[in-house]
């Protein structure tokens, strides 16, 4: 697509912007890491578990700069972005350790910066400072809307409201749809309306029955400020794909806040923030698909495609390729490794890698190497043999020991949020494959009783810790060692 006037005026800011960092990096080598995720991934306890393990010394075996000893000592420092609030690590981690509760999920930017004294193997004394952005990836799957019209928008966004589970969930919004005139003179009732009813077909989406991830435009489910704004009061029209929007219609309107939308919220979010990054994870719960069934689980592989996507765009300017750093690291985790056995965990890995191996291959000009990992930033559970009948071995199961949080249900049983449980969660398939071969490949949520799901994960408070304070204990983990290694450990060296 050629570039219009504010394409060449955000181009150049976005360069100018790279200009600046890239004088910074020079005196003051800087990793600014972007953490992301969809909704209810994990990314605050990712982070927090991050800061916490480097700044208190964690149990990190795989991440070779600490377990060394070549990490002198990790701390904070106040952030360099004015305008972006700070990322509250002390609360959150108060919130895990002393309340054993899990933080609220990200609905804006945060940052925090994290400066890193180490060792070289050479002996030489190094600092390196990582900016920490942490943002919500409903924001990231914004980006591809930059290079889309509202009519091509419209159409993909209709297509797939069509398709699978979503068609009974977008009904209400369908019926008005089909009773708008959209090059009929524009009307603010009939946007405020379709607006809403877009926004609750997003809304029932992403409930966890159906845990559909690809929803944009994000801001339609974390408004925040611009709630009611008419650069939020804007839905897809049945309009042909390459047609012409009559002056002062409901096409037109709606296109314009299209537009606006993106100028508003998408472009200052790529400029000031994503063209910055140098790495970046992409936090997944894959388990939340699971428990939902394969539609929500083909839905994840199809966000996941848009994702990767998303690193392609702004690449072709010569000033970005010779000021800035580029991403060069991707790293996408299956959270919520606890919930299985670790018998089961390098098959999670395995159904993400499979679930991106094909965005990865149209992502190869990204330039960025891209690696996969099953962990849990916090580990809620502990591993246990539990034996059914005493007399046959053979029904010892590989169970997990936890906390189910207040209100859980399992066999009948709704759990306080007070009484540890052992339960069996099932194993994945030795071969991904099989879980995307068709949609009658397992039963979910949405298409089943809670105990005739093949899948049915609990979810967990956080773990009881002795300890004497915040610093004093090391958070459990699985696999954040891994990768962190991959993330920063070649910056350590």
């Given at each position: ?45 990712f982070i927090t578990a991050l800061i916490h393990g480097l700044t208190r010394g964690g149990r990190f075996p795989v991440f070779e700069p ?141 409930d966890e029955r159906f845990a559909m991830s690809l929803l944009p435009p994000g801001r339609f489910l974390m408004p925040g400020s611009l ?142 190497t891209i690696d996969v990992v099953a962990l849990a930033a916090v580990r809620a559970t502990r591993e246990a043999q539990v034996t059914r ?105």
């Amino acid at each position: 697509m050629a570039f219009d006037f504010s394409d060449m005026v955000e181009e150049a800011r976005i360069s100018a912007r790279a200009l600046r960092d890239f004088s910074e990096h020079l005196f003051n080598p800087t990793l600014r890491l972007g953490i992301t995720g969809l909704s209810r991934a994990g990314k605050t306890v990712f982070i927090t578990a991050l800061i916490h393990g480097l700044t208190r010394g964690g149990r990190f075996p795989v991440f070779e700069p600490l377990a060394s000893g070549r990490i002198a000592r990790a701390r904070l420092e106040p952030q360099p972005d004015d305008a972006v609030p700070r990322f509250d690590y002390e609360r959150h981690l108060h919130t895990l350790i002393d309340e054993r509760a899990w933080p609220n999920s990200t609905v804006d930017i945060s940052e925090l910066r994290l400066v890193i004294d180490y060792q070289r193997p050479n002996g030489a004394e190094r600092t390196l400072t990582l900016d920490i952005v942490d943002y919500p990836g409903e924001w990231l799957l914004d980006l591809p809307l930059l290079n889309k019209t509202y009519e091509q928008w419209s159409s993909e966004s209709l297509a797939l409201s069509r398709g699978g589970a979503r068609s009974s969930l977008a009904a209400p919004w369908h019926a008005y749809v089909s009773g708008l005139n959209a090059e009929g003179p524009m009307d603010e009732q009939a946007a405020l309306m379709s607006a809403k009813l877009f926004t609750d077909y997003l809304r029932a989406c992403r409930d966890e029955r159906f845990a559909m991830s690809l929803l944009p435009p994000g801001r339609f489910l974390m408004p925040g400020s611009l709630a009611g704004s008419p650069a939020l009061t804007f839905a897809p029209l049945d309009v042909p794909e390459h047609g012409n929007a009559p002056d002062g219609s409901l096409w037109a309107m709606m296109r314009r806040r299209y537009q606006s939308y993106k100028d508003v919220v998408v472009r200052p979010f790529f400029r000031d923030h994503f063209a910055r990054l140098d790495r970046q994870v992409v936090l997944v719960d894959a388990l939340a698909a699971f428990n939902s069934g394969p539609n929500a689980l083909f839905d994840l592989e199809a966000a996941l495609a848009g994702i990767l996507d998303c690193f392609r765009i702004g690449r072709g300017s010569f000033l970005n390729a010779l000021f800035r750093p580029r991403i060069d690291r991707i790293l996408f985790a299956a959270t919520k490794a606890d919930h299985l056995h670790h018998s089961s965990h390098d098959r999670l890995e395995a159904v993400l890698r499979r679930a991106v191996a094909s965005a990865v291959m149209r992502a190869e000009d990204t330039g960025a190497t891209i690696d996969v990992v099953a962990l849990a930033a916090v580990r809620a559970t502990r591993e246990a043999q539990v034996t059914r009948d005493a007399t046959r071995d053979r029904d010892s199961l590989p169970s997990i020991l936890g906390t189910p949080i207040t209100g859980e249900i399992a066999d009948g049983e709704t759990f306080d949020g007070n009484t540890e449980v052992a339960t069996f969660p099932g194993e994945l398939p030795e071969d991904p494959q099989v879980l995307f071969e068709s949609e009658t490949a397992f039963s979910g949520l949405a298409s089943a009783r809670a105990d005739k799901a093949d899948f049915r994960f609990l979810r967990f408070r956080p773990p009881h810790l002795a300890q004497d304070s915040a610093d004093a204990v090391a958070l459990p983990h699985i696999r954040l060692d891994r990768a962190m290694q991959f993330l920063i450990g070649d910056k350590l060296q």
